[in-house]
């Protein structure tokens, strides 16, 4: 099993992540917001949960824990932003 590290927006210390499961979330929160164009995390959280079931991929853990790393290093990569000036946090590409 591979490990990625990722990366957090404000250079914090991030964890490590299994690589497939990384990829899995990474794709379905993308193609996700690719439909919404900008969401709040509790709408793209439900998106994903129903992509990855209807796919029939299973996520070891918590779904929210690990989808929360992935938007952040998503961010700190410069593929995502959020609207901090929103609340909720909005979302989009």
Same mark, same amino acid.
């Given at each position: ?12 210390? %991030?964890? $490590? ?6 990829? =899995?979330?990474?794709? $379905?929160?993308?193609?996700? !917001? ?5 969401? $709040?995390?509790?709408?793209? !959280? $439900?998106?994903? %949960? ?15 824990? =690990?989808?929360?790393?992935?938007? !952040?290093?998503?961010? %700190? =990569? =410069? %593929? ?12 989009? !590409?």
């Amino acid at each position: 099993m591979e490990k990625i590290l990722l990366k957090h927006p404000e250079g914090k210390k %991030a964890i $490590s992540m299994d690589k497939a499961k990384y990829n =899995n979330l990474k794709t $379905s929160f993308i193609e996700c !917001l690719n439909i919404r164009k900008s969401a $709040s995390f509790d709408e793209l !959280l $439900s998106d994903v %949960a129903t992509d990855l079931q209807n796919k029939g991929i299973k996520i070891q853990g918590i779904l929210q824990w =690990n989808l929360f790393w992935v938007t !952040l290093d998503l961010e %700190a =990569n =410069n %593929a995502l932003k959020k609207d901090k000036k929103v609340s909720p946090y909005m979302y989009s !590409l």
